[in-house]
């Protein structure tokens, strides 16, 4: 059992900006934190950062790459460790503050902070291996002709200040710890986060943790900032300011957008990594609906509305031929729909946002209202719902392919087999795209999943979106609109790709090249070279 | 000794768009390519593509992606050794007429056709090797707690069709099927090129000899294309449509951010990689300077003017400590420059710029002429400069960080480290750095050094930045505004990268997964499978 909040709380809700390691309020405007599932107002008053204070967090970050960046993997490691056991060191209080500002279950915040200590200790990990940097090596040939061929090695190096923009949906493992700025501090960038306004204590717990873990490694001041501010001016200051050099969002397809239309106006554009929209179609192939009608509705029941349907990969769309057994999926599901009980929504921006796209969706001519959670909602609760829509209505109306955000997903019924591809083609990058099917529907609807993978970051076979693992061949991240730059993921070791770049040393004396690049290969990290991969010395 | 040009050209210049296997001329502009050593037409009618020849061009490579992309990576690799097959079989007329449309000396062409041919087959043999796909698998752990561990499998997959800017300068290797247009198509994506106006003869043969190559080899209709137009109007159209992919480009800054902006504001924003600007520092330190002032100016007066100047990591800034061997070193330097003979550059554009560039450099406060090459100049010829200024002089003037393309060098006198190392500070994104240095001076200067890492792709020691080596470790872009993306090079095998995204497979049927996923690795290529690197079967 939790003991009450006011016994276990040793932190106090102060408020305000982790500026490297010092904690500023100069600003005169604040923002109040707020329970969705109570509408009451919770402790702490979050100073907005003014202009100076962002100028001195940038400034500080800057300093502080030049040291950082020359930490050593294994100190880097420590550091990443250490945040883990900080966070884990919060206790009951960062579970209780994450749960009543977000109304998900302390269950689920649970879950989520393993995942979050998960994925900072797998990059720990990543660094110790240390192959992730892609050294290659290209040895001389000075007798060569006509030209001799000089000694060139390459390996990644960080980028410099990143930006990283908490998302709402996981107040830790996408947020002020959360995947974007475990990614970029393994890299060797500072890391500025821009503190989420339905989640601030959440923030300020998680950023006094990094912070303490940074001081007991001996991090430089600065290699970590937490800043509060209303999200589009502290955003769009943070986007352009000259010292920033990458940036991490995960939000809405406008959001993500606005931020990236800035980084590219700057004098120097740099990169916005963000993860955006997705309706994450699910194909049900025939041979497949005709054996597990039921069981596949009962499946999807679950994926739709879990989490309140708060997920990036929530299934919005599932896609099959029209049949007696689409018929029976769809009763079946209806069922299941009904009987799921309404619950409160993120805040009240995202509640309103699906009170709004699903009436919109419903709207829409043709299609059909199959099936809604029974009961009266309050405090921001989301009503489970599921639509129908013919092919033919489908590729009519592309408002049917914007993003219903919460526990809403469309049966689109196709008239025949290139109608369903047709359906597929229309379609915009998607971070997944899900197959149910039988060996045979595989071999004989090979062209389908094709499309499916042509368009998604991921191809699932007979499964569920919803559940994205931490691993090293995880891609989250798609075509556009679902990532501004489907070449990376935002999940996952790869996740570290982003705040790189190359760097060649040609005919670099020895005492100079970095540990990765010297002969002896002290971290014995694996190498391309002369075009063989191995990892020992030259 | 070559034939005279009407003997040994088989190929009628036609002056035809290269849609797919079709030539195609609808419209009514055209061009005329110039010889710029002579000011003369050369033949062919150039004839501009029209809306709807760039329509049927985009529809057609789409289509030819659906194909190509399941082509192996044998058959492709068979595919770009044909190309380079059939543009040595194009013999003496290519030369001839490259050499003719840019002034480039017929040795140079016939050493770039070396170099073009070279990098197509190592491409190939990249392609044959196969691990450059970064297969990554995570097997399944169906008895995990709390929830089963799906199996997940990774690799790169080509993103579609490319546009390739041909770049003027290199009118083979930067070309038509230059390291762009064999990267693009290693990765598996149909290419379009915008040939280059001032070599639109070249462009032509190459192309023909791609689409002899691609039939030979079994390609789809529309793998490639060359079409000819007015750079703006033909470049904006092609990086707009909304069937484009990818854009490669290599050129000037305003012409790199005009497109860059363009595939920006699209309804789907699309890369573009643009390698542009750069005035590749070469900072002398004082041990190596004082050892070896008359040699290394004498290696600097080779390297300024190599090629007239034409290269993009051309040395265009030389810093060094001002003391007496500084004055030795500008005394000899200046003594080569003055002898070195005018020679005209690719074409009446790039000799304008040379010498509003050079006009604007030499009126700025403070900028010294050290030594101009003595004699008329006639036939667009780069008259090759050497100016001087004091470090205060260069930090006051950001028109000193512009690039002066052609044979022109800025030597910037520094009264001491500290300003040295605030002028290499001051300075934005670089393709390559130099540092001419002892060993001492390596350890005595390492801050400088760092810097120089910083703002740069390649950082050489004590060579020359001129000459870029086609290999596995090289890279071939820097940070802004050297390349809009310094995460990706122009140069060498790893540019097949910026044509390809990571696409994930989970639970994937053996059946469907491609070859380098598969249990049993039929191609034998490296992967990390459950964060072990090895090439054999699971």
Same mark, same amino acid.
């Given at each position: 059992?939790?003991?009450?909040?006011?016994?276990?709380?040793?932190?106090?809700?102060?408020?305000?900006?982790?500026?490297?390691?010092?904690?500023?309020?100069?600003?005169?405007?604040?923002?109040?934190?707020?329970?969705?599932?109570?509408?009451?107002?919770?402790?702490?008053?979050?100073?907005?950062?003014?202009? @100076?204070?962002?100028?001195?967090?940038? @400034?500080? +970050?800057?300093?502080?790459?030049?040291?950082?960046?020359?930490?050593?993997?294994?100190?880097?490691?420590?550091?990443?460790?250490? *945040?883990?056991?900080? *966070?884990?060191? #919060?206790?009951?209080?960062?579970?209780?503050?994450?749960?009543?500002?977000?109304?998900?279950?302390?269950?689920?915040?649970?879950?989520?902070?393993?995942?979050?200590?998960?994925?900072?200790?797998?990059?720990?990990?990543?660094?110790?291996?240390?192959?992730?940097?892609?050294?290659?090596?290209? #040895?001389?040939?000075?007798?060569?002709?006509?030209?001799?061929?000089?000694?060139?090695?390459?390996?990644?190096?960080?980028?410099?200040?990143? $930006?990283?923009?908490?998302?709402?949906?996981?107040?830790?493992?996408?947020? &002020?710890?959360?995947?974007?700025?475990?990614?970029?501090?393994?890299?060797?960038?500072?890391?500025?986060?821009?503190?989420?306004?339905?989640?601030?204590?959440?923030?300020?717990?998680?950023?006094?943790?990094?912070?303490?873990?940074?001081?007991?490694?001996?991090?430089?001041?600065?290699?970590?900032?937490?800043?509060?501010?209303?999200?589009?001016?502290?955003?769009?200051?943070?986007?352009?300011?000259?010292?920033?050099?990458?940036? +991490?969002?995960?939000?809405?397809?406008?959001?993500?957008?606005?931020?990236?239309?800035?980084?590219?106006?700057?004098?120097?554009?740099?990169?916005?990594?963000?993860?955006?929209?997705?309706?994450?179609?699910?194909?049900?192939?025939?041979?497949?609906?005709?054996?597990?009608?039921?069981?596949? +509705?009962?499946?999807?029941?679950?994926?739709?509305?879990?989490?309140?349907?708060?997920?990036?990969?929530?299934?919005?769309?599932? $896609?099959? #031929?029209?049949?007696?057994?689409?018929?029976?999926?769809? +009763?079946?599901?209806? #069922?299941? *729909?009904?009987?799921?009980?309404?619950?409160?929504?993120?805040?009240?921006?995202?509640?309103?946002?699906?009170?709004?796209?699903?009436?919109?969706?419903?709207?829409?001519?043709?299609?059909?209202?199959?099936?809604?959670?029974?009961?009266?909602?309050?405090?921001?609760?989301?009503?489970?719902?599921?639509?129908?829509?013919?092919?033919?209505?489908?590729?009519?109306?592309?408002?049917?392919?914007?993003?219903?955000?919460?526990?809403?997903?469309?049966?689109?019924?196709?008239?025949?087999?290139?109608?369903?591809?047709?359906?597929?083609?229309?379609?915009?990058?998607?971070?997944?795209?899900?197959?149910?099917?039988?060996?045979?529907?595989?071999?004989?609807?090979?062209?389908?999943?094709?499309?499916?993978?042509?368009?998604?970051?991921?191809?699932?076979?007979?499964? $569920?979106?919803?559940?994205?693992?931490?691993?090293?061949?995880?891609?989250?991240?798609?075509?556009?609109?679902?990532?501004?730059?489907?070449?990376? &993921?935002? $999940?996952?070791?790869?996740?570290?790709?982003?705040?790189?770049?190359?760097?060649?040393?040609?005919?670099?004396?020895?005492?100079?090249?970095?540990?990765?690049?010297?002969?002896?290969?002290?971290?014995?990290?694996?190498?391309?070279?002369?075009?063989?991969?191995?990892?020992?010395?030259?």
């Amino acid at each position: 059992m939790l003991l009450p909040l006011f016994l276990i709380n040793p932190f106090n809700m102060h408020g305000k900006n982790q500026i490297g390691f010092a904690l500023s309020s100069n600003g005169e405007l604040m923002q109040k934190a707020v329970n969705p599932a109570t509408g009451q107002f919770l402790s702490g008053d979050f100073i907005n950062a003014t202009d @100076e204070e962002i100028e001195l967090t940038m @400034e500080r +970050a800057t300093a502080a790459f030049a040291v950082y960046n020359k930490k050593s993997a294994e100190e880097k490691a420590l550091f990443l460790e250490a *945040i883990a056991d900080e *966070i884990l060191a #919060l206790g009951d209080a960062l579970v209780r503050r994450a749960s009543s500002e977000t109304a998900l279950p302390e269950a689920r915040i649970i879950g989520e902070r393993g995942r979050t200590m998960g994925q900072l200790k797998a990059f720990a990990s990543h660094l110790r291996e240390g192959s992730w940097k892609e050294a290659r090596i290209d #040895l001389a040939q000075p007798d060569r002709q006509p030209l001799p061929k000089p000694d060139i090695r390459k390996m990644l190096v960080p980028v410099g200040p990143v $930006v990283v923009f908490a998302a709402s949906n996981f107040p830790l493992a996408f947020s &002020t710890a959360g995947g974007d700025t475990a990614s970029a501090l393994a890299a060797g960038n500072p890391v500025i986060v821009k503190a989420h306004g339905a989640h601030l204590g959440t923030s300020q717990l998680v950023a006094d943790a990094i912070c303490r873990a940074a001081k007991k490694t001996g991090m430089p001041d600065g290699v970590f900032s937490n800043l509060n501010g209303k999200g589009y001016q502290l955003g769009t200051a943070l986007v352009k300011h000259p010292k920033t050099k990458s940036v +991490a969002f995960t939000g809405s397809l406008s959001g993500g957008m606005a931020l990236h239309k800035t980084a590219q106006e700057r004098a120097e554009p740099i990169p916005v990594f963000a993860e955006m929209g997705s309706i994450n179609p699910v194909v049900m192939l025939p041979k497949k609906m005709d054996a597990e009608a039921v069981q596949l +509705a009962d499946v999807y029941a679950g994926s739709i509305t879990l989490g309140v349907g708060q997920f990036c990969t929530n299934p919005g769309l599932i $896609v099959a #031929l029209d049949s007696p057994s689409l018929n029976d999926f769809i +009763a079946q599901l209806s #069922l299941s *729909i009904k009987k799921i009980l309404p619950a409160s929504m993120l805040n009240e921006n995202v509640y309103k946002g699906y009170v709004a796209a699903r009436e919109t969706a419903l709207a829409q001519s043709g299609v059909t209202l199959e099936a809604e959670a029974e009961g009266d909602t309050v405090n921001f609760e989301g009503r489970p719902t599921v639509t129908s829509v013919s092919g033919e209505g489908f590729l009519k109306n592309t408002t049917l392919q914007e993003e219903v955000f919460g526990p809403y997903s469309l049966v689109i019924r196709c008239s025949n087999k290139e109608e369903l591809l047709e359906v597929l083609q229309s379609m915009g990058g998607q971070l997944t795209s899900t197959v149910m099917a039988t060996e045979a529907d595989v071999a004989e609807h090979a062209a389908v999943i094709e499309q499916l993978g042509n368009i998604s970051g991921r191809l699932i076979f007979n499964g $569920v979106p919803t559940g994205v693992e931490v691993c090293s061949a995880m891609q989250h991240g798609g075509p556009f609109p679902a990532s501004t730059d489907g070449r990376f &993921t935002s $999940v996952g070791t790869d996740a570290i790709l982003r705040f790189v770049r190359p760097l060649s040393y040609q005919n670099c004396p020895q005492s100079f090249l970095p540990e990765e690049l010297k002969d002896n290969n002290p971290l014995q990290v694996w190498r391309v070279v002369d075009g063989v991969r191995n990892n020992g010395p030259i």
